[in-house]
Nanobody, 121 residues
Framework: QVLLEESGGGSVQAGGSLRLSCAAS????????MAWFRQAPGKEREEVAR???????SYADSVKGRFTISRDNAKNTLYLQMNSLKPEDTAMYYC???????????????WGRGTQVSVSS
C-alpha cells in the first residue's frame, strides 16, 4: 500500500526550476519527520533535504541555497522547490517519512514510488 505519492518531476534545462510535491494518502504526517531523497543511475541513494517534527531543516551540501523543503500540514503535503537546477541533479526523487521520528538516525518507514527529474545542459 502506497502511503506517499510524489509528483512534479519532469525535464528542464539547466538553470530552470521545478517543484516536487509529496501527498500522503491516508496517514497524517504533520508530526512526523519527512525528507526527500534522490538516486541517480549507478549511484547510491542520498538524502537531499529533511524537515524534522520541530520544523528544523537540513540540506545536502550539493543543494544548499538552491533547494527548499517545506510542508503544508493542512494539505498533508511535502514540497521540494528546486531552483538553479544542474545536470547533476538528474535522478529519481523520492519522499519518505517516519511517524516515529527516527529520521536523524537515517530510519524512514514510509516511502513513495518516486518522480523522475531530468536536467539537460
Amino acid at each position: 500500500q502506497v502511503l506517499l505519492e510524489e509528483s512534479g518531476g519532469g525535464s528542464v534545462q539547466a538553470g530552470g526550476s521545478l517543484r516536487l510535491s509529496c501527498a500522503a494518502s491516508r496517514y497524517t504526517y504533520s508530526s512526523s519527520c519527512m525528507a526527500w531523497f534522490r538516486q541517480a543511475p549507478g549511484k547510491e541513494r542520498e538524502e537531499v533535504a529533511r524537515i524534522d517534527s520541530d520544523s528544523s531543516r537540513s540540506y545536502a551540501d550539493s543543494v544548499k541555497g538552491r533547494f527548499t523543503i517545506s510542508r503544508d500540514n493542512a494539505k498533508n503535503t511535502l514540497y521540494l522547490q528546486m531552483n538553479s537546477l544542474k545536470p547533476e541533479d538528474t535522478a529519481m526523487y523520492y519522499c519518505a517519512a517516519d511517524p516515529v521520528n527516527r529520521c536523524r538516525s537515517g530510519i524512514y518507514s514510509d516511502w513513495g514510488r518516486g518522480t523522475q527529474v531530468s536536467v539537460s545542459s
